[in-house]
């Protein structure tokens, strides 16, 4: 009781001088959200000790190499459709959760026979490890990400609890698994059936629960939304790749054992933004509900503020990650260098989170010929650094091409929400 009137008599009005949001909104939903990424901070910190540890650099590279591929293939699933059930919940359409799902598993068909076929070209190339890690993810592939649909649906319903506490279940019982195996079997190969096949089952278990708590009452078919849902797919699928062939990239002209420096150097970044995923998962829903006209009053501000959190992130970094790496990773000292420098991107990264957020929300309101503009060529270009750097100057030009990244993708962000303010003279919208 007295923590709520202190928050309420005290701290909040303190705040509200100075961050221009919803308060109570953000923390309700942040709470749940920032225990979530606690749990799989933690649990993802523990699994990463314990495989640089125990595992070789060749092995833990290839592991490495085969979330790679999957977060490559993830294209046919269609992950557009995510942002498009989110959308379809919070505006209460009757029935959307199960049309889009199958939607997705049907076109997850195609991931599992592009998966196929690159085991047969590691098969004819003699590394039967890689072949066994791809018909695993073959076989599961249609249900592998299909099922994530429950967690879009919850965000959509603004069930940041629910979604927490599924979130929470996975992580640890995975953990569970992968600490259990470690201590019979140093093979990356069963390291990743065990993280497929751990995934496919239980995000389909969760599936099955959200659908019992919110059935369709209406079984018409939402064609609009399942369409929308593909073409957001197609709208980021350049963005996909640019994401993963980093790796794929280090993997083919470095080596395994390169690829799990990099990895390692880049995995504290990756956490932060996920923790930092919030930002969308929480303003999503809200851009929605608002017009233009009121996204354009706080908008640039909180630009502003999320530049001033990322650059104070990265000094506090800078200063932790050489006792961290040589407490939790000291076979991977080569990595500190790797990891500071690129933990410079979140300065750009967060406040892109909250365009990509604004983008996402509103992205009926822009022509569509600008939106596979801004989309695809950019993405493209960034293909096309990430070789250069990674062919001429190794690990560092793969991290100096991220940073640089990061920061055209900002700025291709703000171009987009002022060309929407431009062309949208009606602010209502």
Not at 210 to 224: N, S
Not at 402 to 419: C, D, S
Request: glycine share 4%; aromatic share 16%; proline share 5%.
């Amino acid at each position: 009781m007295f923590a709520r009137a202190f928050y309420t008599t005290t701290l909040k009005p303190f705040l509200s001088k100075f961050i221009t949001i919803d308060l109570d909104y953000v923390i309700s939903g942040s709470f749940w959200q920032i225990g979530r990424q606690v749990v799989n901070n933690l649990t993802s910190l523990v699994v990463a000790v314990l495989m640089a540890r125990q595992l070789s650099q060749s092995a833990y590279g290839t592991y490495n190499y085969l979330m790679s591929v999957l977060g490559i293939v993830v294209l046919a699933s269609l992950p557009g459709m995510n942002a498009a059930v989110t959308q379809a919940s919070a505006k209460k359409e009757p029935n959307i959760l199960l049309p889009a799902f199958w939607d997705k598993v049907k076109w997850s068909l195609l991931g599992s026979l592009a998966t196929l076929a690159l085991a047969i070209y590691y098969y004819f190339q003699n590394q039967p490890e890689l072949v066994f890690g791809l018909l695993v993810m073959a076989l599961f592939f249609p249900i592998h990400f299909s099922p994530q649909l429950y967690e879009a649906f919850l965000h959509g319903k603004k069930r940041f609890k629910t979604t927490a506490i599924y979130e929470s279940i996975f992580n640890i019982i995975l953990c569970l698994l992968f600490v259990i195996t470690l201590q019979i079997s140093s093979n990356p190969i069963i390291f990743f059936a065990i993280y497929v096949i751990t995934q496919s089952v239980l995000k389909l278990f969760f599936l099955y629960k959200t659908y019992q708590q919110f059935p369709a009452k209406d079984k018409t078919r939402p064609k609009t939304m399942i369409v929308y849902g593909r073409h957001l797919s197609v709208l980021n699928a350049v963005s996909i790749i640019s994401s993963q062939i980093d790796r794929i990239l280090l993997f083919t002209f470095l080596g395994p054992a390169q690829l799990a420096i990099y990895s390692l150097g880049i995995l504290p970044l990756e956490k932060v933004l996920l923790v930092f995923s919030n930002i969308t998962a929480l303003a999503l829903p809200k851009f929605a509900e608002k017009t233009l006209g009121q996204i354009k009053l706080s908008l640039p501000r909180r630009i502003v503020e999320l530049m001033v959190v990322g650059a104070f992130s990265v000094i506090v970094y800078w200063l932790l990650a050489p006792p961290f790496f040589k407490i939790f990773f000291p076979k991977y000292i080569s990595s500190i260098t790797i990891s500071q420098l690129s933990m410079l991107a979140l300065i750009f990264r967060l406040p892109a989170l909250l365009l990509q957020a604004f983008g996402q929300a509103k992205v009926t309101l822009f022509p569509k010929n600008f939106l596979y503009a801004t989309s695809v060529i950019p993405q493209i270009f960034f293909i096309l650094i990430l070789y250069a750097a990674i062919f001429y100057f190794g690990l560092l030009g793969a991290i100096w091409a991220r940073v640089l990244i990061a920061a055209i993708v900002l700025v291709v962000g703000l171009f987009n929400w002022n060309y929407l303010i431009r062309i949208r003279s009606d602010n209502s919208l």
